[in-house]
């Protein structure tokens, strides 16, 4: 029987390799290299068009020209200052992993009050942090989870909750938004979704779906189910009870996840903070070194510190000898955190 090779790194046909080189060349030639993208980024864009290298190429293009019109390479400088406002109306968050090491993504969508959201922020600045979001998932969360899980981690599993809304919330707006939202992440951020589960839907859910459907790719369709009020099952063959909020049917308490889902969790935030306190604990040696150097050439010792010639002029410091070659340590420990 012939293997049906996923289009996954470690897992290409030698036809599906073929095509990539071909791809990472036209890439190299257009001279995307920095940042540089490796062959799991190329094969995301390539799965999306099932290794199609004309259309692989034109959503390539499409997607260089949109990141080079919108300063994504930036993005992580914008500051989404309005969060913690934006989360009361718009409750949302990243919060563990499932069985397979997959970060969860989950959305209150039944409790958005969208006139409220857009009093505290604008569609193009929520738009901005979804670019942001989705830049951060690539740069620290999947990495994150990768090394928890010990393997490569590269998609999501994504939970949105109708629980407490109602077809009247569905205005035009939200459509607009959501038409947005989906073509942002199937046209610039493919192949990320692993599954995604609505839940709580009710049954005039189906006449909505009926008109969000066509705006989402069948490969993607394919990945998700529209569950009712008992989805508990399914839900649980997915992510274990213990990482999971309660209002989902899990064990984690609100203290844990917070009030708006506030209080984001995943082995990626225990490495951003170690990262944080990496650069804070550099800065410091950074400044502890200065002042070193700066009382040392008050004490106008002959010698260098750091690189800096500094002149033995006088070796007495308030009538008190100091012998020139005297054992200062001024040696900074060079820990890695």
């Not at 990472?24 to 995301?44: E, Q, S």
């Not at 949302?92 to 009093?119: A, M």
């Not at 707006?173 to 939202?181: I, K, P, S, T």
């Not at 050439?297 to 008190?320: H, M, W």
Request: hydrophobic share 35%; with cysteine; aromatic share 10%.
């Amino acid at each position: 029987m012939k293997k049906d090779f996923s289009g996954w790194p470690g897992d290409c046909s030698p036809e599906q390799l073929k095509v990539l080189e071909e791809f990472r060349a036209a890439v190299t030639n257009m001279g995307c290299t920095n940042p540089p993208y490796d062959d799991a980024y190329l094969l995301r864009f390539l799965r999306a068009r099932k290794f199609d290298l004309t259309k692989a190429l034109q959503m390539w293009s499409n997607f260089i020209k949109w990141r080079q019109e919108n300063n994504i390479d930036e993005i992580d400088q914008f500051a989404f200052t309005e969060l913690e406002e934006v989360k009361k109306h718009y409750p949302h968050s990243y919060f563990r992993t499932d069985r397979k090491g997959r970060p969860i993504y989950i959305e209150r969508v039944g409790q958005l009050k969208l006139q409220n959201l857009f009093k505290v922020t604008t569609q193009d600045r929520l738009v901005k942090y979804y670019c942001q979001s989705y830049e951060r998932l690539l740069k620290d969360i999947f990495p994150g989870c990768s090394k928890a899980a010990g393997q490569p981690v590269a998609q999501t599993c994504t939970i949105l909750d109708l629980k407490g809304g109602s077809m009247s919330m569905m205005s035009s707006q939200v459509y607009n938004f959501v038409q947005l939202a989906s073509k942002l992440g199937q046209d610039y951020y493919p192949e990320i979704l692993g599954q995604m589960f609505i839940v709580n839907a009710p049954m005039l859910f189906t006449g909505v779906w009926a008109v969000i459907k066509p705006w989402i790719d069948e490969k993607t369709r394919n990945k998700i189910k529209i569950l009712g009020s008992k989805y508990e099952k399914e839900l649980f063959e997915v992510i274990d009870p213990q990482n999971l909020p309660d209002f989902l049917g899990g064990k984690v308490p609100a203290t844990e996840y917070g009030t708006n889902l506030d209080n984001e969790q995943g082995p990626w935030v225990t490495a951003e903070n170690d990262e944080r306190r990496a650069e804070a604990d550099d800065e410091e040696r950074k400044e502890d070194f200065s002042a070193l150097k700066d009382a040392l050439s008050g004490l106008k010792l002959g010698g260098s510190i750091g690189g800096t010639k500094i002149q033995a002029k006088d070796e007495s410091v308030n009538d008190t000898k100091i012998p020139a070659d005297t054992p200062l340590n001024t040696q900074i420990d060079d820990d890695t955190h």
